[in-house]
């Protein structure tokens, strides 16, 4: 079977075209959501991190803002740093970068303060947004699909409704060479015997319980 999705550089396939205006910490979040809200198709992801943090903390913090400007469902990527955090803009933006696809940035103090990098982040972000534009839908094998599950807040017909569905579709899903991902581990807890038997192989089972 094969769905409609947006084949990105680096060969992985999306089924949104978003332009992430991601700011490399919480100082940056403001700006990058006021430039976001004047742009179609843009989407901030602010964020609470990468000020002040060190070591494995702001390994994680970097990693993940990477990941989420590599996401296939984005197209293009506009980073605003402040320009004293831990995690630096352009650092991020190369990182994002790597996928192919089209990553700018810009730092806050440099620009001469927020109107001046909100003026010049609206024009990098309204050019990202007509270059995406053109980015066309094409025939792509369901085993590019990747479909990522979180809890929303379970209740008593999670049990009953919500669950078996996500496991029926994230089952199919598979059998066509998909993926599904389920973040929150803990909503495991009292079933990991069951999803054990399920396990590729008997040692992944065994690391599972």
Known sequence: MKFMGYVRPDGRVGIRNHI?????????????????????GAVPLPNQHGCAQIGPDLE??????AGLG??????AVL???????SVQADELAREIGKTGKRT?????????????AQEQGLRLARELSQEVSRISRTEADFSKLILALECGGSD???GLAANPVHGYVSD?????????????TTELIGAEHILARRAVTKEIGDRLI
Do not use: H, Y
């Not at 992430?20 to 179609?40: F, H, K, L, M, N």
């Not at 994680?60 to 803002?65: A, G, H, K, P």
């Not at 590599?70 to 197209?75: E, Q």
């Not at 199919?172 to 929150?184: A, H, R, W």
């Open 20 to 40: 992430a205006i991601i700011p490399a910490s919480v100082c940056a979040s403001t700006v990058a959501a006021r430039i976001a809200d004047q742009v179609e």
């Open 104 to 116: 700018e940035f810009l730092i806050i103090q440099k620009c001469g303060g927020t109107l001046k």
């Open 60 to 65: 994680v913090t970097f990693r993940t803002l």
């Open 156 to 158: 008593t017909t999670s």
């Open 70 to 75: 590599a996401n296939p469902n984005v197209a």
């Open 172 to 184: 199919k899903l598979v059998e066509m060479g998909g993926t599904s991902i389920l973040s929150e």
């Open 79 to 85: 980073v605003i740093g402040l320009g004293c955090e």
